[in-house]
């Protein structure tokens, strides 16, 4: 059995926020479980607000984008699947990504908020990669833009997991 283009971005999603959440509870589980978010409840303009109206303007735009994939496709929803998964979990985890953001009691709504939106992102590159890959496979051009966005965006979003592991070892310090 030969593994397809999808199923490679597939195993990409699964392993993406895998790796956050396990980050997380290793090196960051008694801090975020333990420290409450002393920022809730600041003004509407604050950086939590922002990423709340973020993550859902994100999850309306994965449905604005599945919603024209679906017109596009006309009676060939079928070979679309793949698409309206990706862009289906796009969606969801922004949805989740805001409420996070809007319900947090501890950091770790923060952190998870943050994975959350990054996978959804992920999901909705995903998704377009996959649509032009599908459409027009023998576009060299467009192949390269999606891959070297894909590469892009995991080169700056996993360096994020070195900067909390060194924020939460200097709390850890201090509180020795």
């Not at 032009?132 to 994020?160: A, K, R």
Request: glycine content about 8%; aromatic content about 20%; hydrophobic content about 50%.
């Amino acid at each position: 059995m030969a593994i397809g283009f999808t199923d490679l971005l597939w195993f990409l999603i699964l392993v993406y926020p895998l790796v956050f959440l396990v980050f997380g509870f290793v090196y960051g589980g008694e801090y975020l479980r333990t420290t409450p978010d002393e920022d809730k409840g600041k003004d509407e303009g604050d950086d939590f607000d922002k990423q709340e109206n973020i993550a859902y303007t994100l999850a309306g735009f994965a449905i604005a984008a599945l919603s024209v994939i679906i017109s596009f496709s006309n009676s060939d929803v079928a070979n679309k699947e793949p698409l309206v998964d990706f862009f289906s979990i796009g969606f969801i985890a922004e949805i989740i990504s805001g409420f996070l953001s809007h319900y947090r009691i501890q950091r770790s709504f923060k952190y998870f908020g943050f994975a959350s939106q990054y996978t959804g992102l992920l999901a909705i590159i995903s998704g377009f990669f996959a649509f032009f890959y599908q459409s027009d496979s023998n576009s060299p051009s467009l192949f390269l833009i999606y891959f070297v966005g894909i590469l892009s965006f995991l080169l700056l979003t996993l360096p994020e997991l070195y900067l909390y592991r060194k924020y939460w070892k200097a709390l850890q310090d201090a509180a020795k």
